[in-house]
């Protein structure tokens, strides 16, 4: 057996559990030897669950950091602190995995783009929607050009009623914004990858504060509570490209709609089009006809057996750990995920302004 890599997990709420642990925990070449969180209960609850046997438990990341044998670090933290502690663990000689969106400002994330290529250490954002089986057929489909030039697309992110009333979603200062900054960057990712386009020239965006205003709100996680609801509940942009290809976000928490899609996006393009809208659809014209294609994404095979499946934050701690081994670009690289943060707030700018934000 290869090296077997030391992983030290700062951040032990709901993405740690619901994500990283589980699919971390499947892989043979790993070991979760520490656990940080400003609320030491969740740690050790964590290091009991997932840990090695004498995992360190600690409130404050430091610590984690002066561990010479720690091979990577898992930044699962509120938006206002993936910067620093991202940084910190660079310098300290980690590889980084740090949760989605990059920082809470593009200058915070550029920041963390250069001090990985200055200490030569691998930086990832968890972008994990990119590893679903549709992402990645699509994504197949794009790169072989079946689609040809991709001149319009929309990111979609959209919930009916959905507020995170957990942890820190609502407050603005820790976060820097509500469903754009949460949800909308998935969408945006996932769309600028398809396109492999990340020249933006001009975003115009606005945003809204109009269901957030309710008391006793239906909601999937109960009722929010108007005075602590300081972000935004919906967010919408136009983004157009250096090469005139536009794109359209839309974001929300809670929006009076039955169109209801989150970490999806649509795509034309002149040989093609393509949705994620009713599981993956490709359309097109050949022999001068007009032509729809549902895309069959399960294995198949033998009846009442599909075989092994992993899920898309399995595959995304796999490609993770394989791309360190191997000494390759994550498949998120930081220079990609620089981008959507400049185009966030980029938007945010705009819908504060009221003006067209240009890139230089």
Known sequence: MG????????GCGGIANGKHLPSLSKLNNVELVAFCDIVQERAEQAAGKYGIEGAQVTTDYKELLKDNTIDIIHVLTPNDSHAEISIASLEAGKHVMCEKPMAKTAADAKRMMETAKRTGKKLTIGYNNRFRNDSQYLKEL?????????YFAKAHAVRRRAVPTWGVFLDEEKQGGG????????????TL????NYKPKVVLGSTYHELAKRENAANAWGPWDPKKFTVED???GMIVMENGATIMLESSWALNTLEVDEAKCTLSGTEGGADMKNGLRINGEKFSRLYTKDIELSSGGVAFY???KEEAPDVEMRKWIEAIENDTDPVVTPEQ???????LEALYESARTGKAVYFD
Request: glycine fraction near 14%.
């Open 337 to 343: 995920a620089f981008v959507v943060s400049q185009i």
């Open 142 to 150: 794009c790169d072989a050009g079946e689609l040809g030039h991709i």
């Open 306 to 308: 599909e075989g092994g």
């Open 234 to 236: 919906s967010a919408f």
């Open 193 to 196: 990858w398809m396109m492999d």
């Open 3 to 10: 090296k077997v890599y030391r992983v030290g997990i700062i």
């Open 179 to 190: 469903p754009l900054i949460d949800i909308g960057t998935h969408a945006l990712d996932l």
